[in-house]
């Protein structure tokens, strides 16, 4: 009988996958690559025959041992026991040379969003990703605004990165196979808040109010969020957007007028 995952992985099977999801990463021969969540070794196999130098980074207390063992004469490779979200990536850099770092990684399904907003917090320690994830997640960070998927995580994510959704993979090609399809995502860091005129923690929490209840107007958000009825009407018309508008049918450049115009509001009534 096989044996039950522990924290809920599901190990990939697929030998083309392994060898596209690697084949997306591009040339690594001059970089630190970071493997999230290595697993039996599936993709670090083909990862160590190709990057500079690969850190793979492994939470279960029974495979990191493993692996370390496997790779124990790879000079190339270092097997890191430990929680990926308590990890700086710029701690991981090969010091040696100004070489770029790279990120790949079958994300757990329950930590999933966790693990991307740790990423996105240090999207200037890596220069591109390449992740395996819960297809339905793949397609909200990927979805443009005005449609149901866009949410909080899509605009975080686009405020961060450009993120690509490459090809999706079925149950059969994970061991033991998911209830679900999953996905493979190419993130490339864009960071959008000098082009936006915003500071990153402030825009994010506004971000955060604004989505806090998807069914309910900006409008109703904005209030609950604190804001002033008057300063939200403004607000709206400054950015030429419909009272009733929805978050999730607002571009991140409209978020932004709405942010600035809102905190011109409370400027004025400060003074």
Not at 40 to 52: E, F, N, P, S, V
Not at 130 to 153: C, F, H, K, N
Not at 213 to 242: C, E, F, M, P
């Amino acid at each position: 009988m096989q044996k039950k995952p522990k924290l809920g992985q599901h190990f990939l099977s697929s030998t083309q996958a392994r060898q596209q999801i690697v084949d997306a990463l591009g040339d690594i021969s001059c970089c630190t690559v970071v493997e999230i969540g290595p697993g039996r070794g599936a993709i670090t196999d083909i990862l160590a025959q190709h990057a500079k130098h690969l850190v793979a980074v492994e939470l279960d207390r029974e495979l990191a041992p493993v692996l370390a063992v496997r790779y124990a004469l790879a000079e190339n490779v270092r097997v890191l026991s430990a929680d990926i979200l308590k990890v700086n990536l710029d701690d991981l850099r090969d010091t040696s040379n100004a070489e770029d770092l790279v990120v790949v990684g079958n994300l757990p399904y329950y930590i999933t969003s966790d693990i991307l907003l740790w990423l996105f917090a240090q999207a200037e320690n890596f220069s591109r990703a390449v992740l395996m994830m819960q297809e339905e997640v793949a397609d909200r960070i990927t979805a443009p605004s005005g449609g149901s998927e866009y949410g909080l995580l899509s605009a975080t994510t686009q405020a961060h990165v450009h993120a690509e959704k490459l090809f999706s993979l079925p149950p059969g090609a994970f061991s033991p196979p998911p209830k679900v399809n999953s996905a493979v995502v190419r993130l490339h860091p864009a960071l959008r808040f000098v082009q936006l005129g915003v500071e990153r923690q402030p825009f994010l929490n506004f971000l955060r109010g604004c989505f806090q209840q998807k069914r309910k107007t900006l409008a109703n958000n904005l209030r609950a969020a604190g804001y002033a009825s008057a300063a939200i009407v403004t607000a709206l018309h400054a950015a030429s957007l419909d009272p009733s508008v929805r978050a999730e049918g607002i571009a991140l450049d409209a978020m932004a007028q709405v942010f600035h115009a809102l905190a011109a509001e409370d400027f004025q009534t400060e003074k």
